[in-house]
């Protein structure tokens, strides 16, 4: 016995050690060179590296092909036919397929049942009417078959855009809602869900009112409780069981609370609320205090409930503070208190604002937004930009005066003297959208963004080019034509699109070179871990996968650069994204950009993306889902999986930061 455990052990360590030299090999040996076609998007070679003798050569080759445009689209189909991967149909599911050639798959769907599970992703994402109507006419075919969960939500992706009869549907959507499985019911009601919508039949509303009930998968109640909020709010409100509101999943929380301000204030949506705020999950609580901000016909003894729960719970974090404030009916005793809770991070000072702006006459708040938009910190001064901009278009017309515009104009022009990137941007756009502009100021902006690089600062000239075509039309016809022939593709793209006449000459995009080396050498799936002031969150990384982006992140994070970068952008029961070592504020990154490294993978819960603006332009930003969002499959880089420290991501709000990044490398 002693003599097998020893031999076994060393066969492990063998197999162990194989696997990582062969990992190893592949992504100093064979990658390099693939990846010279994956930066050209050179879709023939790709094509070809398909039909490699390395299954994971194979892979990464369809998996370039999903983010890279193919003109032979007959020859491709082909091709995933005989290779029938996951990864071959999802770069197939990214083009664009003529009616022809959907027919085509709908005949295959009938002659080759192995290839109904891709079938079904491609006609998820690019089918027709007669996809939708052949595939329901197939809908006992594929009952309890292997493809049921791809067919499923494929149909229901289609519903969104195409007819389906009342009946037909009434008929899917009955069978679906018995399903005690959340994978198939979500995909079932996946239509219903995204687009907003309730059920039509009374029949139906009582169906899934009894699914709500019986069920234990909190999934299938959140799916359940929203649509029935859409269908029906005051019925399902109405039989609704509040008790364990306070213990209940996250998710089915904050969806029971985002839908909870289509209710009229009553006695139990007060209680609702009181349960909600009780509840240990801060998301929960920021999703029930920004609904309840909204209710204006609230009591005012439910403020003080508000008060005791939150504002005056020191176990409460800042923020969910600073947004019980928010909340109140009147929060003019707590002003001073609202100042201290965001003193300790710059990214509540939105929070701030808001409560001054609601509590203080015109002048006096205009004073408090000098102070802030002035501040040395970046983030404070952008985030009071915003404020001025949101606060002067909201103010009436007959409480502006011109000491008030000279100030705020003097205001904003000493800003641009700054020459910071970022606010240049913003005030651009103040200066654009809220009537503050004067016919005499175009020599003075164009004279303030001359030092800006063209090819590197996109994002000035864009709100220049839109300003220049509402207020200067004529004479700004010379200096987008100038600006234009620096041949900055995207600045040229956005000038056509705001209406301008220039020629867009799509160039080569230069993409950050991976240090294949240090890949190879980081081990086999590599954790990602990120300290958070609330916890680690650790990310099993899919390097063969993403290679090009995580060599990326790798660099980053050995520099350090991640180190005390906030989470600048979160949205209860979607994501949390972070990574912006630029600007902090969600419009930066690093120096470079790599490819889009889109795979076959689900953006389901736990998983992380990298966030972008158009396709290749990833750099540091990420994001990690919350839950199941499968319209982002196939359109962002997946980049690993949340291994550690689910909880930690369900109590991210915006502002945390992450304290430092670092690796757990594979021995």
Known sequence: MYKLIIAGTLLLVVVSCNRETAYSK???????????????????????YTEHSNSFIRQQAWRGLISTRVQNIDEMITKVQYDNSSQAWTAL??????????????????????????????????????????????????????????????????????????????????????LDEPDLFQAYFYGIYRSRSGVESDEMRNILWETYEWTAHSAIKQYSARIL???????????????PVDTMNPQLAIELAQHSGMIDWNEKLSDFYSKLLEHKNTMVNEAALNEIENHSEKPG????????????????????????????????EFLELG????????????????????????????????????????????????????WWSDLGEDQKNAEQIERIRSLLFDILERQDPVLTYQTLRVFSTTGLLESEDLEE????????????????????????MEYFKEEGKSVVTELAQNGNYELNNAFRDQGWEVDVQ??????????????????YEPVWVLETEKGDIRIKMDVLAAPAT?????????????????????????????????????????????????????????????????????????????????HLNAGYTIIGEVVAGMEVVDRILYGDKVLRGYWLETE
Do not use: C
Not at 229 to 243: H, K, P
Not at 587 to 614: F, I, L, Q
């Open 301 to 332: 003894s439910f403020d003080k409930k508000i008060i005791e729960k939150i504002i005056n719970n020191e176990e409460k974090e800042a923020s969910i503070r600073l947004s019980g404030i928010q909340s109140l009916s009147s929060s003019s």
């Open 550 to 630: 995580i060599s990326g992140l790798d660099s980053l994070t050995r520099a350090g650069a991640f180190d005390s970068v906030a989470f600048h952008r979160v949205v209860p029961n979607f994501v949390i994204q972070g990574g912006d070592i630029d600007t902090g504020l969600g419009w930066g990154g690093p120096d470079y950009t790599v490819p889009t490294e889109a795979s076959e993978k689900e953006y389901r819960r736990g998983m992380a993306g990298m966030a972008r603006t158009n396709i290749d332009t990833e750099g540091s930003q990420f994001f990690v889902m919350h839950q199941w969002k499968p």
């Open 506 to 523: 799509e160039q080569p995009k230069e993409f950050r070179a991976p240090n294949w080396e240090r890949l190879g050498a980081m081990g």
């Open 26 to 48: 592949l992504l100093t040996d064979e990658y390099p060179e693939l990846y010279t076609f994956v930066f050209e998007r050179n879709a023939d070679s790709l094509l070809s």
């Open 93 to 178: 599911s990214n083009q664009q397929l003529n009616d022809g050639q959907l027919s085509r798959l709908h005949d295959l769907w009938d002659t080759r049942s192995i290839m109904r599970n891709g079938i079904s992703l491609v006609l998820g994402k690019q089918g027709n009417q007669s996809s939708l109507d052949y595939l329901v006419r197939n809908f006992e075919g594929f009952m309890d078959s292997s493809h049921e969960y791809e067919t499923a939500l494929t149909i229901s992706r289609l519903m969104m855009n195409y007819e389906l009869r009342e009946t037909t549907k009434r008929s899917l959507l009955r069978y679906a809602a018995v």
């Open 229 to 243: 909020f859409n269908t029906d709010s005051e019925w399902f409100f109405n039989r609704l069981d509040i008790e």
């Open 339 to 390: 100042s201290s809770l965001a003193d300790g991070n710059e990214y509540l000072s939105a929070k701030k604002l808001n409560i001054y702006q609601r509590e203080m006459e015109a002048d006096e708040y205009l004073r408090v937004l000098e102070d802030h938009v002035s501040s040395a910190n970046t983030i404070i001064s952008a985030l009071s930009i915003q404020a001025l901009s949101g």
């Open 445 to 468: 902006f164009l004279s303030l963004v001359s030092d800006y690089d063209p090819l590197k600062d996109t994002e000035v000239f864009q709100v220049l080019g839109d300003l220049l």
